[in-house]
């Protein structure tokens, strides 16, 4: 059923209505006050409220009711849910709480059963509830109603709803749609995208997520911002109650991680602060977006102007020289000692109207995409004349329209007034030259942002190939993903063409000897179920002298690790002898995750101090398309090595695509593995492919 009933109801009945001020009932009956459409008060204990007939149950009600508003206590929700649906009540809002937040499940299983049979679309239940500007619909019991605007936002925290609506007026920013999401038994954050996509009153869209149980989110959220800026704010950043995995990549690719990359691949522009959040959506919500790094600086302090300056190189933004127009124009209007130069040093007595007429003179500069002013108090400067006349100018010419106006009025008490002018009037205005060059810079940034197309050709190839292999070789494979050692796992990516050095599983010492006599060079390692990390526990010898005598190291050296490390019942079930690849190599780590939301999750890095020291690491969800992959690559700050640096030759990076685009198909077909590690892989010199060093699997 659509929402619109939920946003558009043209009758809302509300449960548990209250004539006792302080009462969340009496709160959500006086903020109905305005609403367009009728308004239906519920309780048994009452005849009327606020002169309304008051009725004692939904279904005494001789009216069709679109929308129900759920107030009454835990224990009695799931009854008057049942009302609703024999009413024929098409949405329901429970802002009533005590549900599985409390570990209340079995209460929230039978309000889910009830909203399904019935047909009811419900959002909560433990909600603020929802707004709809555009129809005065206020269903909350939040103390603030904003200004109609083009913001729709979602949030799982009915705190941080309210204080963002607080902090809305001191922003002139209006809202379209508001929704307290609560606990989601049934409207999820893909099924609002999903509405907002095509709402003509949205055009920004802002996310709180504490976490998402929603396998749709993602596809919806890239079909949302491909129209529409998404913003969003994931608390739980350093959660550190998770358990680390036993992988590289389970213990390197946390939930933040996973949803950096899911955010990443959506499209999402992510803010990391509450602060953050709250300039981003002002930021957005008033300023047009650029699709160039070009920027112009004003400023009546050099310092600052140099500092602006300094912030353009971290972020990657430019400062072109001026027009030879805008230079002959600035001459006019500026003193004989001005330097006319991009940043633009008005000097310190400037006046409102030399700010003024400069930013006029700029914003007509083709070569100029954005704007950051800057100014700071002195005993010449008037800030909130400053201010108006920035306002004025941004409001009358035409120029301004397509190019970004950012402020930075540097100081305290002087210029207090003067950035509050600013924000009401649709100006951002920051503390910090930095923050202005961040904001233009996030601004352009989402001109970059690319959503990730999940269909690639080659992509398909693979998967149809993978799965003729996999039915092909169906009891192989699962005998060897029935006890997935380095030996078996090797195996198992071998047959799905995976390139794997030649190797043995030695039982004896004899074994061990002739094995490594057949491969020449080679490399001994313990196989153990117990011993992940082999090198800790001395299990790994290098072009043995004495195979026989290594065999007995590698063996004793288990043992005595297995002693120190407490583990009982310890299974050697051999020794790996394989070729040592002695060729000219760098190491990387490719390894995949599954998670419950987002699916296959793929990690790449390069290998050593890399991963181990560094966490030079990039991720993307399955399925890896070769657009991405290039593009995961070179997210690695050590992207740079695999290009050859200092004269080293370059690696072969197209091996790397392709072994991320293959592992991602490998994970997607085979979803009982929980975690894979290829740590390292070996890449060869360009041309020259790679070799995958050891394997891990998790099941």
Do not use: W
């Not at 009037?425 to 503390?431: C, D, E, L, T, V």
């Not at 640096?645 to 592992?663: C, E, H, M, P």
């Not at 740590?679 to 360009?686: A, C, G, I, L, T």
Request: hydrophobic share 40%; net charge neutral; charged share 30%.
């Amino acid at each position: 059923m659509s929402l619109k009933y939920i946003f558009y109801p043209k009758s809302v009945a509300v449960i548990g209505a209250s004539k006792i001020e302080g009462k969340v009932g009496y709160a959500i009956m006086k903020n109905l006050k305005d609403f367009n459409g009728k308004v239906y008060p519920v309780n048994p204990k009452y005849d009327e409220i606020f002169g309304m007939k008051c009725y004692k149950s939904v279904l005494d009600i001789d009216d069709e009711i679109d929308l129900a508003v759920i107030v009454v206590p835990n224990i009695v929700v799931p009854k008057v849910l049942e009302e609703c649906g024999k009413k024929g009540v098409k949405g329901a809002v429970i802002i009533t709480a005590g549900f599985s937040e409390v570990g209340n499940y079995e209460l929230e299983e039978k309000i889910k059963e009830i909203a399904k049979r019935y047909n009811i679309r419900v959002i909560g239940p433990n909600c603020l509830g929802i707004m709809n500007t555009q129809i005065n619909l206020n269903a909350t019991f939040a103390k603030i109603f904003p200004p109609k605007g083009h913001i729709s936002i979602i949030s799982q925290s009915g705190a941080v709803l309210n204080a963002i609506l607080d902090i809305a007026p001191l922003l002139n920013i209006g809202f379209s749609k508001v929704v307290s999401i609560g606990n989601k038994v049934d409207i999820q954050e893909s099924d609002l995208l999903e509405y907002f996509k095509d709402d003509e009153d949205t055009k920004l869209v802002v996310l709180y997520i504490e976490g998402l149980k929603d396998k749709r989110f993602l596809k919806v959220a890239k079909e949302l911002s491909k129209k529409k800026p998404i913003i969003a704010l994931k608390s739980g950043r350093t959660e550190m109650g998770k358990k680390a995995a036993k992988s590289h990549t389970g213990s390197l690719a946390g939930e933040d991680v996973i949803y950096e990359s899911a955010f990443k691949e959506a499209g999402i522009i992510r803010a990391y602060t509450f602060e953050e959040l709250v300039d981003l959506i002002h930021l957005f919500s008033t300023q047009p977006v650029i699709d160039s790094n070009d920027i112009g600086i004003i400023t009546n302090a050099g310092g600052f102007g140099v500092l602006a300056a300094d912030s353009c190189v971290d972020y990657n933004m430019k400062l072109p020289n001026f027009e030879d127009t805008t230079v002959d124009k600035l001459k006019d209007i500026l003193p004989p000692s001005a330097n006319i130069s991009n940043p633009l040093d008005i000097i310190g007595d400037a006046t409102p109207e030399r700010y003024k007429k400069v930013i006029e003179v700029l914003s007509e500069d083709k070569n100029i995409k954005g704007l950051l002013v800057i100014l700071t108090p002195q005993e010449m400067t008037k800030p909130l004349e400053v201010a108006k006349s920035i306002v004025e100018v941004r409001n009358t010419h035409r120029s301004l329209k397509n190019k970004p106006l950012i402020t930075s009025f540097v100081g305290g008490v002087s210029v207090k007034g003067a950035k509050s002018y600013l924000r009401k009037n649709g100006i951002p205005a920051y503390i910090t030259p930095e923050n202005g060059v961040k904001a233009l810079y996030k601004l352009y940034k989402y001109s970059l942002i690319k959503v990730k197309e999940d269909y690639d050709e080659y992509v398909e190839k693979v998967k149809e190939e993978f799965l003729k292999i996999t039915e092909n070789n169906k009891e192989i494979i699962n005998q060897l993903l029935q006890n997935p050692n380095e030996y078996n796992a090797k195996k198992l990516l071998s047959i799905y063409g995976f390139p794997v050095p030649r190797g043995y599983l030695a039982k004896n010492e004899d074994e061990a000897l002739e094995y490594c006599k057949k491969l020449g060079k080679c490399v001994m390692k313990i196989v153990s179920p117990q011993i992940l990390h082999k090198t800790e526990a001395g299990g790994v010898i290098i072009n043995p002298d004495n195979p026989k005598e290594a065999f007995k190291k590698l063996i004793n050296n288990a043992k005595e690790y297995a002693k120190k490390n407490n583990i009982d019942n310890l299974i050697i079930e051999g020794v790996l002898v394989e070729e040592f690849i002695d060729r000219e190599k760098i190491e990387i780590i490719v390894g995949g995750k599954r998670d419950d939301i987002f699916g296959s999750v793929i990690m790449v890095g390069l290998g050593g101090v890399f991963v181990e020291v560094l966490k030079d690491v990039s991720f993307g969800i399955s399925p890896i398309t070769r657009d991405f992959a290039i593009q995961m690559l070179k997210e690695l700050k050590s992207y740079k090595v695999l290009e050859g640096v200092r004269g080293r030759a370059k690696k072969d990076i197209n091996f790397i695509i392709d072994t991320l685009i293959k592992i991602g198909v490998f994970m997607e077909i085979h979803k009982e593995i929980k975690e894979l590690d290829l740590n390292p892989v070996f890449v060869f010199n360009e041309n020259e492919g790679g070799c995958i060093g050891d394997v891990r699997i998790i099941k």
